[in-house]
């Protein structure tokens, strides 16, 4: 089983925390993961992914699972300021040696996976995505006559799920941006990030989804027009994210022991 140490705090002055997984046989091999929760930027936090965390652990990887700020009360660029300052955390704390930048990676599902896309552009750590969503400002101009709500069923008696996805859709993404700004959509938007150190990304994405599956297709073409390597996973249905995360967890760690193996 694996060992647990909670809420180790990383950024005092906003007392945000992650908790840390141990594999229970950490060797000198151990590699270290970080997994990025999702909920929209506006919900979820690091307990809900607890079961998951033991199981990556259980895998070999000493685990960090951290929270960041939640909006409304915390806006754009909030979230992903806060995945820099815990990586910067990470680098210079007790849990790691000098030269373990190396031995990093990440899993992000959901809005975790578009910031765990920064953090890969910045620092490249291999990285693999659940469902990351990556645009924001073409999709709010788009969707301009969508009602926004969390919980569009209840809410607007919605039935089609495509209804429902693109109302969940605007409501978390201008919730997070706190509102329909263009300029602020556009800094969300993953293509406006900086990739200059990314190294290998895998992206796993369902055929019909909240995440749409042609705005994914549109990054990785500005991702290959940049000649950054980026493989991608369709899967049938309409699951996001957490949904089928767990099914495609021997994969997702699959291809990022691999990495490890070619960046040595």
């Known amino acids: 089983m694996a060992i647990i140490k909670n809420d180790i705090v990383y950024d005092q002055d906003k007392n945000?925390?992650?908790?840390?997984?141990?594999?229970?046989?950490?060797?000198?091999?151990?590699?270290?993961?970080?997994?990025?929760?999702?909920?929209?930027w506006f919900r979820g936090n690091k307990n809900s992914v607890k079961p998951l965390a033991v199981n990556l652990a259980?895998?070999?990887?000493?685990?960090?699972v951290p929270e960041y700020s939640l909006a409304p009360a915390h806006l754009?660029?909030?979230a992903h300021q806060d995945a820099i300052h815990f990586v910067n955390w990470l680098l210079n704390s007790e849990y790691t040696d000098p030269d373990d930048q190396k031995n990093i990676v990440q899993i992000g599902a959901s809005v975790?996976?578009?910031?765990?896309?920064?953090?890969?552009?910045?620092?490249?750590?291999?990285?693999?995505?659940?469902?990351?969503?990556?645009?924001?400002?073409?999709?709010?101009?788009?969707?301009?006559?969508?009602?926004?709500?969390?919980?569009?069923?209840?809410?607007?008696?919605?039935?089609?799920?495509?209804?429902?996805?693109?109302?969940?859709?605007?409501?978390f993404v201008t919730t997070y941006a706190g509102g329909k700004q263009e300029a602020i959509?556009?800094?969300?938007?993953?293509?406006?990030?900086?990739?200059?150190n990314l190294s290998s990304l895998m992206m796993i994405n369902s055929a019909d989804?909240?995440?749409?599956?042609?705005?994914?297709?549109?990054?990785?073409?500005?991702?290959?027009?940049?000649?950054?390597?980026?493989?991608?996973?369709?899967?049938?249905?309409?699951?996001?994210?957490m949904d089928y995360g767990k099914d495609y967890l021997d994969e997702s760690l699959d291809y990022l022991r691999q990495r490890i193996k070619r960046q040595k």
């Open 76 to 78: 754009f660029p909030a």
């Open 58 to 64: 259980n895998a070999g990887f000493v685990t960090f």
């Open 112 to 171: 975790g996976g578009t910031m765990a896309l920064q953090v890969a552009g910045q620092y490249g750590f291999p990285t693999v995505t659940w469902s990351a969503p990556v645009d924001f400002s073409h999709w709010i101009k788009n969707h301009e006559t969508v009602k926004a709500s969390p919980d569009a069923k209840n809410d607007f008696a919605y039935t089609d799920p495509a209804q429902i996805h693109n109302s969940f859709y605007k409501y």
């Open 209 to 241: 989804e909240l995440t749409p599956l042609d705005s994914v297709l549109n990054f990785i073409k500005f991702l290959a027009k940049h000649d950054h390597e980026v493989e991608l996973l369709v899967i049938k249905g309409q699951r996001h994210a």
């Open 16 to 40: 945000l925390s992650t908790d840390i997984y141990f594999p229970n046989d950490t060797t000198s091999n151990t590699k270290i993961l970080i997994f990025w929760h999702g909920g929209g």
């Open 185 to 196: 959509l556009q800094k969300m938007d993953a293509a406006a990030y900086d990739f200059s």
